[in-house]
């Protein structure tokens, strides 16, 4: 028989506030855990284990945060210590493989895969901080040029990257993303403590998941709340979840927030995360650019329907069970919250559609595509 592929995957990037390719690493990690043909290491922090990091990970987050006040470069500490670590385990554990998951890859001289989730860095280089930018210009390089593998979260992201780096189809694997357990349609006693913690009702707020970035798009949902009656505002808040990115509070928001017809939550942990996304009449994701858009899946999942925007790999992630606006035009989009307000057929059927929509991407399909990546990648 066969022994398992060791394969050690670098989870640093689970440090919280977690993001979107944390949870992509812990989702991940999870599902290849309970697969016979792939032996999983993580290199998490000062650390590394066979199981996902819980404590540790939180420990090393205070640990950084620490090192950014004292040290004179912080990054390059954080990336020397980062990479000894990876050097240890790569060696003790016997590694056949390295994945790398994150945005600032590590250089290793073990064969790799590199999971590319998009080129924001490419097309929308105006939406990153500069110094975050080249950072990423100069490591995503380095790894597209020496992974074995390239795995892209969508088709949308294989045909950019074959567009942009000149790769031959043969080097890319499609992986898509898989929606967790945790979304789920939910009833008003199941999120009822929740919501009221917020002063909410069932089905009755709209519901932006996002950190507040440029890339996200979120102006064009507080340009078009300018649209709206104030009364369909009061009866029908906006409830924006995730955490603070770069850049200011812009001025619209702040201006909502006086009014009452905005609620920031700030960044959730995704149990809570699934009680409003269960809860909400609407989820609104008018992001100018995504490799995936995994908040489009969850909330179908929760049965929730999606208005979205109609680039990227939007439409490619929704498919017929979502509506989708252009990102550039907050009238179109206040029109149609009004449509999905109002035309109750028409929310049920996408509530039905997105449902089924949903079933289809499962965590335990994107480590089966990932192992077999895996052995493509040492073949």
Known sequence: MTRPLRVVLNANIMLAPLTGIGQYVGELGHALLQRDDVQLSFTYGLRYGHSLPHQGLRNYSLLRDLAKRVLPKPYQAKRWVERRVLSRALRVEGADLYHEPSLWPQRVAHPMVFTLHDLTHVHYPQTQPADRLRAIEQTL????E??????????????????????????????PLGVSPLFQPCSPEQSFVMLRSLGLQYRSFL?????????????????AMRHLPPSLLEQCPLVLCGAQGWGEIPPSL??????GHVIRTGYLERESLSWLMGSARMLLFPSLYEGFGLPILEAMASGTPVITANCSA???IGGEAALYVDPNDPARLAETICLLLEDMALWQRLQRSGLERAKRFSWARTAELTAAAYRAALS
């Open 141 to 144: 390089d380095q790894a597209v």
């Open 146 to 175: 020496s992974a074995r593998k390239i795995l892209c979260v969508s088709e949308f992201t294989a045909q950019q990257a074959m567009q942009h780096y000149g790769l031959p189809a043969e080097r890319l694997c499609i992986t």
């Open 207 to 223: 519901l932006c998941v996002a950190t507040l970035e440029p890339r996200k798009n979120l102006e064009l949902v507080f340009q």
């Open 254 to 259: 702040a201006a909502l927030e006086r009014c």
């Open 314 to 316: 939007m439409p490619e």
